[in-house]
């Protein structure tokens, strides 16, 4: 978080937002850039990269926001492996990349000599960085790729290609595009286009089947939706939720609109509509869906859809909030003073849970070798006491990738296969939860402690662990085996101990709670993010409130 701060501010000061690109800045296309790679849980320098991708300028984007001749400042800055990313890219004429690849696609383990643009010098790319140069141009067209007016342009067909190659090349394929299973052909997306485009025609409800009968049409959010609208005008409002949940999810995998003629939140408004049809009572439904008809006759913008869905007072009536989420919200009554709030209703509580029932496992005890030898390389700085005010006996460290909902890029950077575990799974990034490696030192013991909320439960991998140690999780005892995982809630009391002559040192991270719906995990993270950054600039405020008091004496 802090990196990305810097970075944004030195964007900022070199004048990134006097710099067109495409229909807006450079300074709204690298943060746009960052946050589809963030959402698709790539490592930290890949992420980096995507936040200055084209400073250097590219084959296709000219203006140099930075001289080449400033690559340490940028290493500085990012990192030495995010640095060498951004050079690629610009370096290197994206053609003769792919040209490479598509010679020999089977290829995933040899690096190739390529040519630098403007250079005589040809360069080296790993495979590793060939495949997170893929995942780089992938969310690079996502972000920017638009027609004139913002609908939607030629882009699916090329881009399923590099999903393609990435699949098995880099190490976190992107949640689209299948997962680069899904191929899409230029005639495919000829198709979808033209039906996209007939369905804002106007004077008639777009054609559903048309929608949603090519395969690019498997790829995007935004025709799954018009057609969930159709569907529910057509009275079957069923199938107009099934499909808007699709378009829903597609629309959340990309997080950024393919027609960028209106916002990402105002898609997911549009696709709510048809969600909520489908769980209302009939009478109400039969409301919706008689609005719903009327604005998609007369729409010829997503835009226009989007105002008269509002005007036709069927836009606010989004899903309805999960009774759970709502009664844990109404706490507030009660507990507006407290720094949390009081547990979350309704989930099942039991002190220990059967690992095999949770897929990171089986991730983490495959790594279990390789995380293993990332925590022994973390430098001496790295770890420090454990701050929280728990009694102990002994020593106590900690080296903290998440720690509620600030992700410590410098150990990110420095623990790729640990980052990309933990990423592919449903963790708690947020200020409920954390991710860090826990050292316990010879002859330590924690005292009985208990977590602040039940939303989550805690996932132990053990790295190394001596024989005489353990813990116990609501009076029931339990202990660690080296490469394997244990999972605990530890809204519990427990405590822990380690009687041997040798450090214990175990992987930590909290997971949502297994009972908790999705749209629950999406409500929680809004609420705990909004929450945190309300916070976060109460402080910044009277910080400054307090340095102009200052400045006055």
């Not at 116990?472 to 080296?482: E, I, Q």
């Amino acid at each position: 978080m802090q990196t990305v701060a810097r970075v944004l501010a030195a964007l900022t000061e070199r004048g990134a937002d006097a710099v067109p690109h495409g229909r807006s800045s450079l300074l709204r296309h690298l943060p746009g850039t960052h946050a589809i790679l963030e959402r698709w849980a790539q490592p930290a320098h890949v992420r980096l990269a995507g936040l200055l991708h084209s400073v250097y300028a590219t084959d296709a984007f000219t203006h140099a926001l930075v001289d080449p001749s400033e690559r340490a400042h940028i290493r500085d800055l990012i990192g030495a492996a995010a640095e060498r990313l951004v050079f690629l890219f610009c370096s290197i004429d994206r053609r003769d990349l792919f040209s490479a690849i598509a010679a020999a696609p089977d290829d995933v383990g040899s690096t190739v000599r390529l040519p630098q643009r403007d250079q005589a010098t040809p360069i080296d790319v790993t495979p590793a960085e060939a495949g997170d140069l893929l995942v780089l141009h992938l969310a690079n067209e996502a972000e920017q790729a638009a027609s004139a007016d913002g609908s939607p342009g030629r882009w699916l067909a090329q881009t399923s290609q590099l999903a393609e190659w990435a699949r098995v090349r880099a190490p976190v394929v992107p949640p689209v595009f299948e997962r680069g299973t899904l191929r899409i052909e230029r005639d495919d997306e000829a198709n979808l286009l033209a039906a996209y485009a007939a369905a804002f025609a106007g004077g008639a409800e777009p054609d559903a089947a048309a929608l949603t009968s090519s395969r690019a049409s498997q790829a995007v959010g935004e025709p799954l939706v018009l057609a969930a609208l159709a569907t529910l005008a057509g009275g079957d409002p069923a199938g107009g939720g099934v499909l808007a949940r699709v378009g829903t999810a597609l629309l959340n995998a990309w997080n950024t609109p393919w027609d960028k003629r209106v916002s990402l939140d105002r898609w997911r408004d549009i696709a709510a509509v048809a969600i909520a049809a489908a769980g209302a009572e009939q009478r109400r439904g039969a409301f919706i869906a008689e609005r719903v008809r009327a604005a998609l006759c007369e729409a010829r913008t997503p835009a226009e859809l989007h105002a008269l869905l509002e005007r036709n007072g069927v836009l606010a009536q989004a899903e309805p909030l999960p009774p759970r989420f709502a009664a844990y919200v109404a706490g507030l009554r009660d507990d507006a003073g407290r720094v949390t709030l009081q547990r979350y209703p309704g989930l099942t509580a039991r002190p220990w849970h059967d690992p095999a029932s949770f897929p990171i496992v089986a991730d983490l005890e495959r790594l279990a070798p390789e995380i293993a030898r990332e925590c022994r390389a973390l430098h001496a700085g790295a770890f420090h006491p454990e701050s929280e005010p728990i009694a102990r006996q002994g020593n106590w460290e900690v080296s903290l990738l998440y720690e509620r909902g600030l992700r410590n890029d410098d150990v990110y950077a420095r623990c790729p296969v640990t980052a990309a575990a933990i990423e592919r799974h449903r963790i708690v990034r947020g200020p409920a939860g954390l991710a860090y490696f826990s050292r316990l030192a010879p002859h330590t013991r924690i005292a009985a402690h208990a977590g602040p909320t039940n939303l989550r439960l805690r996932v132990h991998l053990a790295l190394d662990v001596p024989s005489d140690c353990g813990l116990t999780v609501g009076g029931m005892p339990g202990t660690w085996t080296r490469g394997r995982c244990i999972v605990f809630d530890d809204a519990f009391v427990h405590d822990a101990w380690n009687n041997s002559d040798r450090e214990r040192v175990v992987l930590i991270v909290d997971l949502w709670h297994p009972d908790l719906s999705d749209d629950e995990v999406a409500l929680l993270e809004g609420l705990h993010g909004h929450v945190a950054g309300h916070a976060a600039n109460l402080r910044s405020y009277w910080a400054s409130n307090d340095a102009a008091r200052r400045a006055a004496l």
